[in-house]
């Protein structure tokens, strides 16, 4: 009863919120293989961050915002479609919505594939993505195009985050 109701309140915020707007898709413990199944012999990142807790996060945040507009404007320069193959998750409920959009569109994010936890349980969605995982933000995950994949505790640096796109083009 409470996930459904979560899931009522996420999607009202969705509907209402400004156009334009990131749209957040729920992430349950289902979601991780969703998204490999979209991203299937893709290399893709999957960053988990929360808006109400991790300072870090936003130094994250705003590294990868400044990628992405790079790699959009080489993209452009260059006559091709160029995209930082980036997931994010964010480990905050539901009713943070609007806080979440705002942080994505203010670092230029708001175009991303997003998420944001929709469990009860959450340690049940934080196992699903990693048995080893405890809670500790920000955390992000490099996944080659096998889905193989290497974890990264704490802030991604831009120079391993440009070492792993050379890599995985």
């Given at each position: 009863m409470r996930r459904a109701f979560a899931g009522i309140v996420l999607t009202l915020l969705v509907l209402t919120s400004p156009v334009g707007a990131t749209e957040l898709r729920?992430?349950?413990?289902?979601?991780?293989?969703?998204?490999?199944?979209?991203?299937?012999?893709?290399?893709?990142?999957?960053?988990?961050?929360?808006?109400?807790?991790?300072?870090?996060?936003?130094?994250?945040l705003t590294m990868l915002g400044k990628v992405a507009a790079e790699l959009k404007t080489r993209g452009t320069q260059?006559?091709?479609?160029?995209?930082?193959?980036?997931?994010?998750?964010s480990t905050d409920t539901p009713e943070s919505a609007p806080a979440l959009q705002g942080t994505l569109k203010r670092l230029g994010l708001e175009g991303m594939d997003s998420w944001v936890f929709d469990d009860a349980i959450p340690e049940r969605v934080r196992?699903?993505?990693?048995?080893?995982?405890?809670?500790?933000?920000?955390?992000?995950?490099l996944y080659n195009a096998r889905h193989q994949r290497e974890a990264v505790v704490g802030v991604?640096?831009?120079?391993?985050?440009?070492?792993?796109?050379?890599?995985?083009?």
């Amino acid at each position: 009863m409470r996930r459904a109701f979560a899931g009522i309140v996420l999607t009202l915020l969705v509907l209402t919120s400004p156009v334009g707007a990131t749209e957040l898709r729920p992430f349950t413990a289902d979601s991780l293989a969703a998204i490999k199944a979209q991203y299937a012999g893709r290399p893709f990142i999957l960053s988990l961050w929360s808006v109400n807790w991790c300072g870090h996060c936003i130094t994250e945040l705003t590294m990868l915002g400044k990628v992405a507009a790079e790699l959009k404007t080489r993209g452009t320069q260059a006559k091709t479609q160029q995209k930082l193959p980036l997931v994010l998750v964010s480990t905050d409920t539901p009713e943070s919505a609007p806080a979440l959009q705002g942080t994505l569109k203010r670092l230029g994010l708001e175009g991303m594939d997003s998420w944001v936890f929709d469990d009860a349980i959450p340690e049940r969605v934080r196992y699903a993505v990693d048995p080893g995982w405890y809670g500790e933000l920000p955390r992000t995950y490099l996944y080659n195009a096998r889905h193989q994949r290497e974890a990264v505790v704490g802030v991604l640096s831009e120079k391993k985050l440009k070492a792993w796109l050379q890599a995985n083009q």
